[in-house]
């Protein structure tokens, strides 16, 4: 699929947006949103014909959606799954999102879901599987496909790439533009020790079209990906960042658990407003009270070999 990755995909910068969850249905089935646009987690809209989606359908005609996926499983060598994007573009043709996410990822592979964003051997082989299969995505919906960079707690000894290098091939191979996660950036870059700065210096700006921000928890021996807490300074700062160097995309603030009121997570996101203007809100990372009894399920040190 051609795309001019020089003009971001021709896609907009929708401003400030939050997730459309459960929690705040009744809320804006009564009141203006009073923010600018919703991410919806696409699972849970497809082939959802009840109350979710009428909540859905209303708040489309409010406000612009963008469908943010789980289960595309990109990066497996499983067969993609042609009925998932069947019914994925069916949704797509009802909410008319702006665009479509999912993850650089795999989520199962023998026909079996992991329910697990799992991280890829990020070498030239799996790079060009990946890049195959985003094409044939791509040429399905009828769109470019917007990739997420994940949290990860473990590497793959045979990567030969960066996870940033492997991004910016990707994009050049594909044309797929990228959703940008700072608070996965800042938890891999904890757990893998490298520097997040560094990571986001190099990633292909012009192919951003959306920012994550989010709040992790600290559990010791490794950062978590939680989405269960305000943002951290240190992800306002690279956050700040990565606006400098895309000239300004799409913010979406991620909040799955713990989910507040929804005043108050209108309240979380508009913090970039401040931040943008070079004023960081001082919030620790999370430190789960538990952190030092808590026996480390997967150690950010340990590797794994596909060989």
């Known amino acids: 699929m051609d795309i001019n990755n020089n003009q971001r995909l021709g896609l907009p910068n929708l401003g400030l947006g939050v997730g459309l969850r459960s929690k705040h249905y009744a809320h804006l089935m009564q009141n203006d ?18 109350y979710a989606r009428h909540v859905l359908e209303h708040v489309a005609g409010l406000r612009p959606i963008v469908m943010h996926g789980v289960s595309m499983s990109i990066g497996s060598t499983d067969p993609l799954n042609l009925e998932y994007l069947k019914q994925l573009k069916e949704l797509a043709d009802v909410v008319k999102p702006v665009w479509i996410s999912d993850h650089l990822c795999w ?26 299969r985003v094409n044939r995505v791509q040429d399905i919906l009828q769109r470019p496909l917007i990739l997420e960079n994940p949290s990860t707690y473990m590497e793959f000894q045979s990567s030969s790439l960066y996870e940033w290098e492997f991004m910016t091939e990707l994009v050049n191979k594909t044309g797929c533009g990228l959703l940008l996660d700072v608070n996965n950036v800042f938890v891999s870059g904890h757990n ?101 009894a808590v026996s480390n399920p997967i150690d950010h040190q340990m590797q794994i070999t596909n060989e």
């Open 33 to 50: 949103p009073a923010i600018d646009w919703f991410e919806i987690i696409s699972e849970n809209y497809m082939n959802n014909f009840g």
């Open 107 to 132: 989520t199962g592979v023998a026909h079996l879901n992991t329910h697990d964003l799992l991280p890829l051997p990020l070498t030239l082989e799996s790079l060009q599987h990946v890049a195959d």
């Open 192 to 292: 893998h020790n490298f520097d997040p700065e560094f990571y986001i210096r190099n990633i292909p700006h012009k192919a951003v079209v959306q920012i994550h921000i989010a709040g992790p928890t600290d559990c010791d021996q490794y950062y978590l990906d939680t989405h269960d807490r305000p943002v951290p300074t240190p992800v306002w700062h690279l956050y700040h960042l990565a606006q400098q160097f895309t000239g300004g995309v799409s913010t979406l603030l991620e909040w799955d658990a713990n989910i507040p009121e929804y005043d108050e997570l209108i309240a979380e996101v508009n913090k970039a407003k401040q931040v943008l203007q070079g004023n960081f809100p001082e919030v620790p990372v999370y430190r789960t009270p538990y952190a030092d």
